[in-house]
C-alpha cells in the first residue's frame, strides 16, 4: 500500500472531516427542536422552569451551530481542491441543491437565530418564540438540501450525460429534490438527531441531579430526555425501515454487503445475523447467530422474499449493467465488506443501548419508586450520550462506505473523481493541517459545552421573590446572550 497515493490520503481527509463536521449537525438539529419545545412550553404556562431551560439548551445550542458552519465550509473547499474530476462530472446537478442549501436554507436559518439571540426584550413573546421554530425549519431544510445532494450518489436521477459523456447535466430539478433516498434519508437523520440530542439532555441532567443541584429543573429535563430518547428511537426504527426498503430497490450490493451475503437467498434462508464470530469474506463463518426470515422481511417487507446475493449481482454488474466498469474493480463491485457488515450492526447495537439507558432510567425515576436512584446509575445516564452519537457516525461509514466503489453509483468510480493534479504528498500535508486544527477545535467546543453544561441553568426563584407571573422577560433573570 503506497502511503502517498493520493486517492487513498483524499478519501481519508474527505471522509475525517466529514465525520467531524458531522459531530455537530445532530446536535444543531435536535436541539434546535428541543429549545422550541422548551420555548413554547413556557409561552404557554408561564413557568419559569421552561425559560431556564430554554436558555440553558438555547446557549449549548448556539455553541454547536457556530462549530458546526466552522467546520462544515472545508467540506466545500475539498471538492476544489481533491475531488475536481468528480465535481466536474457533478457540478451541474450539486449546484441547485447546494446553493438552495448555502443562499436560501442557511440564511435563512441565520438570521431568524439571530431575531432569536437578540430579540429576548425587544420582541413580543410570540414573535420572538416563532423565531426559534422557523429557525429550526430552516435547519432541516438546510439538512435535506444537502441530503438530495447526497442522494444523487447513491441513487442518480433528474440528469442526462453531456453529449461528450464527461459530465451529467441536470434535466428535472424536481427529480433532484424528490429523490426516493432524499425522502426516505430525512426522516432517518432527524430522529437519529433527536435521539442524539436527548442523550445529551439525559447526561446534562444526571449529572446535576447525581449532585442534587437544580433538582426541580433538572427533573423535567431529565424526564423530557428519557422519553424522547424512546420516542427517537422508535422513529428512527420505522424510518429506517423504509431506508432499508429503497436502499435494497436502488443499491441492492449496499443490502447484501450489510449481511455479507454471496447467494441469493429467499424466505427463511433470507435470514440476519445478530453477531458472528470470524470474517465475513466469503469463505465461512465460525460461529453466526441468526434470525430466519429477518432479512427478507427487512428487503422486501415479506417472509418469502428474495436477497441478491453478491456473486450474483457481480454477474449481473460484470456482463450486463456496468461491463464498461469491470476491468476498473477487477469483476468485483462489493464494498469492503468488514465495514458494512459491522458497520450496519453497531448502528443498531448503540442505538438499542441508548434506548435501554432510557428504559432504566424511567423506570428508576418512577413516581412511585421505592427507593433513591442509585449512584451507579447516574454516573451511567451521564455517560449515555456516545451511544446514540456513536451510532449516528458509523451509520454514515455504512451510508458512503456501502457504495463504493462508486463515487457516484454506476455513472463514476471513486478512482476517478480525485484530482488528478495534486500529488500524495500535497493532500498528506493538508490532511495534517485539518487534523490538528480540528483537534484543536474540538478541544474548545468540548470545553465550552463541558463548562456551560456544568453551570446549569439559572436557579428557579425563592419564596420571597416576585412570582414569575408578574415579571417581565428582561427581568426573569437578564438576558444571557
Known sequence: MDLLDPLLLARWQFGLTT??????????????????????????????????????????????FAMGVVTGIVQEFQFGMNWSSYSRFVGDVFGAPLAFEGLMAFFFEATFIGLWIFGWDKLPKGLHLASIWIATIGAWFSAYFILAANAFMQNPVGYQMAADGGRAEMTDFF????????????????????????????SIAAWHLMRKQNVE????????????????????????????????????????????????????????????????????????????????????????????????????????????????????????????????????????????????????????????????????????????????LVGWVFTEMGRQPWIVFGLMLTEDGVSPSVPGWSVLISLIAFTAIYAALAVVEAGLIIKTAKTGPDPLPGPDDPHPSEMSVEDTPTTVY
Request: glycine content about 8%.
Open 175 to 202: 427529480a433532484v429534490l424528490t429523490n426516493p433516498v432524499a425522502l426516505a434519508a430525512l426522516p432517518h437523520t432527524l430522529t437519529a438527531s433527536f435521539m442524539f440530542t436527548a442523550g445529551v439532555i439525559i
Open 19 to 64: 465525520l467531524y463536521h458531522f459531530l455537530f449537525v445532530p446536535l444543531t438539529l435536535g436541539m434546535a427542536l428541543t429549545v422550541a419545545i422548551f420555548q413554547t412550553a413556557w409561552f404557554r404556562t408561564g413557568n419559569v422552569k421552561w425559560l431556564h431551560l430554554t436558555r440553558f439548551f438555547g446557549k449549548i445550542f448556539l455553541i454547536n
Open 217 to 392: 429543573t433538572m427533573r423535567s429535563a431529565l424526564k423530557y430526555g428519557l422519553w424522547g430518547m424512546l420516542v427517537g428511537f422508535a422513529l428512527v426504527f420505522l424510518s429506517g425501515d423504509q431506508l432499508s426498503i429503497v436502499m435494497v430497490q436502488t443499491q441492492p450490493m449496499k443490502m447484501a454487503a450489510a449481511e455479507a451475503m454471496f447467494d441469493t437467498a429467499c424466505g427463511a434462508d433470507a435470514s440476519f445475523s445478530l453477531f458472528s464470530i470470524g470474517t465475513p469474506d466469503g469463505t465461512g463463518e465460525i460461529w453466526s447467530l441468526r434470525v430466519p426470515y429477518l432479512l427478507a422481511v427487512l428487503s422486501t417487507h415479506t417472509f418469502d422474499g428474495c436477497v441478491e446475493g453478491i456473486n450474483d449481482l457481480n454477474a449481473l454488474y460484470t456482463t450486463e449493467m456496468f461491463p464498461q466498469f469491470a476491468d476498473q474493480v477487477g469483476g468485483s463491485f462489493a464494498p469492503v465488506l468488514w465495514v458494512t457488515y459491522w458497520a450496519f450492526r453497531w448502528m443498531i447495537g448503540l442505538g438499542a443501548i441508548g434506548a435501554l439507558v432510557a428504559v432504566v432510567g424511567l423506570w428508576l425515576t418512577r413516581k412511585n419508586a421505592k427507593r433513591d436512584v442509585p449512584q451507579w446509575a447516574w454516573k451511567l445516564a451521564v455517560w449515555s450520550w456516545p451511544a446514540s452519537l456513536f451510532a449516528i
